[in-house]
Each structure stands twice: as C-alpha cells, then as structure tokens.
C-alpha cells in the first residue's frame, strides 16, 4: 500500500509537477498552474502588482503580467512565457466523500511539494477577499504549506480537480472546483475581460445589527438587508433607496442576507429595469432600478 502511495506522489511529481509554479516574491508567495501554453492560472489573494514574478520548476523565474483578474471569485490569470511546459490537463470529475486527492504547490518558487489526502466535504463555501462568497468548493485533507495557495488539487491520474485556495485549520483545505464554469471564467480573463458585477452602490450593516436597530426604534423584526448608506450618483439613489431602508427582495428573489442580494443582482440583466422591494420603518415600498 505504502508502496503504491510512493508511486502516485512520484508520477504526478513527473507529470503535473513542471506545470506548477511559485507566484510572487519574498513575503507574498503563493502557486501557480500552467493552464495553457503562456497561461498561468493562480488565486486574486496572490497578486499584488500589474506584474508579478513566476518560478519555474526548473528554477527559472520571468516576470508575468496580470491579464485578467477575479477578486470576488479569487482567481486571476497571468500572461508569461512558459516555454515547453505541459499545462496541466483540466478534467471536471464526479468527486464524493473519500475521493482520494493530491495537492501540489511550489510556495514562492522555493521547491515542488506533492501530499495526499482525501475529500472530506463537497459543496463547501467560503468567503473571498472582498467579503463575497465562493459556493460549490471541495474539502480535503492534503497538507498544504502557507503558499500553497494558487496550486492544483488533482486526481491520482493527473487531473485537474480544484484550485487550492483557503486553509480551514486543523488540517482542512478548500479548493475552487475546476469546472465548466470555473474554466469559461479563466478564459473571458484570459482574453482580458473583466468580470461584470452588479453594482447598486450602497452599503449594508450585518443582519443582527439590523434587528438591533429595528428594535431600538420599535419596528418589528424582519428579514432582508439594511441600507446604511447610499452612494452618490449609484443606481441606488436613482431608484430612490434611502439610508435605512431594508431590502427584502429584487425581482422575484427574496432577500434575508448580503448572499441573497448578491445572487438575486447577478441574475438581473444589466439596462432592464427591475423592481425592489423595500421596507421603509413599517412601510413596504416597491421601487424600480437599473443597473447599466
């Protein structure tokens, strides 16, 4: 068995080992895949410049240059000479429970790591950098170094499974899964496309705050998401949304958290006007936005 174990780590070292790279420089490290000739693939949290330096396995370090990023998402993509890498081959997989997994890293440059591990949870969410939430993640067990991050997670054949990207603690990992979505993602930034959010241009306080206010000025508990400020020339104050005005639905989606509104603003089409219902002390209004 151990034998068998000492193979595995051995031949993904081999075939998946010359397309994982360190990221960045001295005390902002993390890993990198090559995804596609000239293409590194790495998470938004490593990039801190228009350019960043990439370590090659075989020590060899060129300057990158960012050519699409994904901060909400954690992912970006960079332009750099790869030479006669071979990307990693990108392969979505029916994972479950006990998937056995390899994770590999090359914190900074600074040398491969290959470890092993299992899926101990699918469907996992997190929070990204700005706050947002990342759904659909892959739990696992591997060990990962501090600048690991940015490194692939992938089957005993070789496969892409995920980009490893947040420590649980206690020896839990998440990965972005590498999938369908994920890969039409990385090629839009490839092609230097912006993600589009939706931005209504307000800011929120956290739903047990928004109870305690309610209550202070004796409104009845409700669910939905408090204004606490509107940002000037924003859709929002086109639309007529005011400081402390609770947000209890867009459209057709309700809305009980900042998760809810997100999603329910990304489902809009961006220059159609859409309605959203808000609660004005005791009041239910329906106001009318638009998002260009």
Known sequence: MLEGVQETIAGLAETVGGAVVGVGRRRHVGSGIVIDKDTVLTNAHNIHNHQVAIT???????????TGIDSDGDI??????????????????????????????????????VTVGYVSGIDRSFRG??????????EHTAPLLS???????????????????????????????????????????????????????????????????RRAVGLADASGVLVQGVVEDGPAVAA????GDMIVKVGDHAVTNIDDLHD??????????????????????????TID
């Open 147 to 213: 600048g690991s991050s940015g490194g692939p997670v992938v089957a005993a054949d070789g496969r892409l499974l995920g980009i490893n990207t947040n420590r649980l603690g206690e020896g839990f990992y998440l990965a972005i899964p590498a999938n369908g979505e994920l890969r039409t993602k990385v090629d839009k930034l490839a092609a230097g496309e912006a993600p589009q959010r939706r931005y209504l241009g307000i800011s929120v306080v956290p739903g047990h705050v928004a109870r305690k206010m």
């Open 129 to 138: 950098p700005r706050g947002r939430r990342i759904a659909g993640s892959i």
């Open 76 to 113: 970006a993509v960079v332009s750099v000479a790869t030479g006669d890498v071979t990307p990693v081959a990108w392969g979505e997989s029916s994972l479950a429970l006990g998937s056995p997994v390899a994770a590999l890293s090359n914190p900074g440059g600074r040398g491969l790591r």
């Open 264 to 289: 329910a603003l990304d489902a809009v089409t961006l220059g159609k006007p859409f309605v959203l219902t808000v609660l004005r002390g005791a009041a239910e209004l329906e106001l009318t936005a």
């Open 240 to 243: 007529g949304i005011a400081e």
């Open 56 to 66: 090659f396995g075989d020590g060899r370090r060129e300057t990158g240059d960012v």
